[in-house]
């Protein structure tokens, strides 16, 4: 990369996770393999709504995770050209209402009562480049979440849902750039994605979808929160044993909070205002 793309890259503020962090690649076994596709949607030259689902089964299982940071990569295709854009958006993440493969083109049928406004670009720019291959390209279009998302797998696939209402490209001058996609070569879902689109309208009601399962590699930073000392709200007894079992375990959590179904039992007899429990 030229010392033009790092000066670029380092005004983005794209700041290294936490040292207890850890990252999933979605679809799974692209960790170091570009993929069969490349796209433009949401982040080239596209304003519009956005959905693409994950599914569950490609993150870590058995505890919620907390989702600090999403981020995406060049395609590899030697046609992709180093870009450049000033973008601005906001995205959201819910636990998907429907599953890959039979998301509703009714935007809102998709929705997760979760929903969380997670992150926000006015007028930001964004870079990425392309070494041209074999191996896929580095990360480089990262979101650092201005709010962590509490996601646990066993609760529903992943969505995310970007509401593009401007982008600039400034970068390439001509030609074209992808970001780094998937595409199932079988007619199936079976590649973990699904995405639903609308361009031209950020507030559209309806869209677009694949016929089969088409979306972009993402990675996913996240916090196990679980074993953390704090029971945390997502997490209960049968979930997280270690930090959600006795009562009044953790700093801020366990009976004080009041978040956890499991309490009701567990947490009798202390007083927790936040379910209502009495004494006795």
Same mark, same amino acid.
């Given at each position: ?28 076994? /692209?960790? %170091? ?31 919620? *995770?907390? #989702? ?5 990569? @060049? ?15 906001? *995205? ?9 493969? @039979? ?12 929903? @969380? ?9 964004? %870079? ?39 982008? #600039? ?18 007619? *199936? ?6 995405? #639903? ?19 972009? #590699? ?30 009044? /375990? ?8 009041? @978040?956890?179904? %499991? ?18």
């Amino acid at each position: 990369m030229s010392r033009y793309w790092i000066a670029v890259l380092a005004v983005l503020g794209m700041s290294p996770a936490f040292a207890d962090s850890a990252t999933v690649v979605v679809p799974n076994g /692209h960790e %170091a393999t570009d993929g069969n596709d490349g796209n433009t949607f949401p982040f080239h030259g596209f304003v519009g709504r956005y959905q693409q689902a994950y599914a569950a089964n490609h993150f870590p299982a058995g505890r919620p *995770l907390s #989702i600090t940071e999403i981020a995406f990569r @060049t395609d590899a295709d030697p046609a992709a050209e180093d870009w450049l854009s000033e973008l601005s958006f906001t *995205l959201h993440l819910s636990t998907s209402a429907n599953p890959v493969g @039979t998301l509703s083109t009714t935007f809102a049928e998709n929705v997760g009562t979760d929903d @969380t406004l997670v992150f926000t670009a006015s007028a930001q720019l964004f %870079a990425g480049s392309n070494a041209g291959g074999p191996g896929p390209n580095p990360f480089e279009l990262i979101l650092v979440l201005d709010t962590p998302f509490i996601y646990d797998p066993a609760a529903g696939d992943l969505l995310v849902e970007v509401f593009m209402s401007g982008n #600039i490209t400034l970068l390439p001058l001509g030609g074209s750039s992808y970001l780094d996609a998937v595409e199932s070569t079988t007619g *199936l879902f079976d590649v973990g994605l699904q995405r #639903i689109w609308n361009s031209g309208d950020v507030n559209a009601p309806t869209g677009n979808t694949d016929p089969w399962g088409v979306g972009l #590699i993402t990675r996913f930073t996240y916090e196990a929160m679980c074993g953390d000392g704090v029971c945390d709200p997502g997490e209960d007894s049968g979930s997280c044993a270690e930090d959600c079992a006795e009562p009044g /375990h953790g700093s801020r959590g366990g009976c004080e909070d009041g @978040t956890n179904p %499991a309490e009701a039992d567990t947490c009798r007899g202390t007083g927790n205002p936040g379910r209502g429990l009495t004494p006795g």
